[in-house]
């Protein structure tokens, strides 16, 4: 496996008084407009603020007040795919290229030495408001990116969580040959 998966993690302990190159942002984006998409249909949308822009402090002002955390991140990005009430297969798919897309960001990000954390805590009706986006698009992710913060300086309870150790399932749980629950042995 490639080291940037291990190296990837979700930290909330964001320095709020880092920022993020141009180009290393342009990277990210790119890396999820890159992502595959079913029937090349590509129905994931952004909507990019840097902290101190307009954009940034209306994607912030919209986060729940479990992720407040993340207003000290250097980029917030609201990803949106297609929600079609009239096509659920592309709806379906839509979400599935969704989750490609910000995979990509979140690897990218790594790549380039960032934190990105992709979170489902924010009010969508305030983003759609906001933002016109218009009937026919779905906000799904919020990904707050930028660099760890010291420890040291961070509230504790946020402190906390991004000490906890970082475990996974192990892969006999979680994938199955021959039928649902039988171990895979590859």
Not at 32 to 50: D, L, N
Not at 114 to 125: D, K, L, T, Y
Request: no cysteine; aromatic share 6%.
């Amino acid at each position: 496996m490639h080291e940037l998966f291990e190296k990837r993690w979700s930290a909330r302990g964001l320095d709020a008084s880092t920022t993020i190159d141009a180009d290393d942002l342009r990277d990210i984006l790119e890396a999820g407009r890159w992502a595959p998409t079913w029937g090349a249909t590509q129905p994931v949308r952004f909507v990019v603020g840097v902290r101190g822009d307009e954009t940034f402090d209306g994607l912030a002002d919209a986060l729940t007040r479990g992720n407040a955390w993340a207003k000290a991140a250097a980029a917030l990005v609201l990803v949106s795919t297609r929600d079609d009430a009239d096509d659920e297969k592309a709806t379906t798919y839509g979400a599935v290229d969704l989750g490609l897309a910000v995979g990509q960001m979140v690897i990218q990000a790594v790549s380039s030495g960032h934190i990105a954390h992709p979170m489902a805590g924010f009010e969508v009706p305030a983003v759609i408001e906001r933002f016109s986006i218009p009937a026919g698009e779905r906000p799904l992710v919020m990904l707050a990116i930028g660099t760890l913060a010291d420890p040291s300086t961070l509230e504790p309870t946020i402190a906390e969580k991004d000490a906890r150790e970082r475990t996974r399932r192990p892969l006999e749980e979680i994938a199955f040959a021959g039928r649902w629950g039988l171990p895979f042995h590859g």
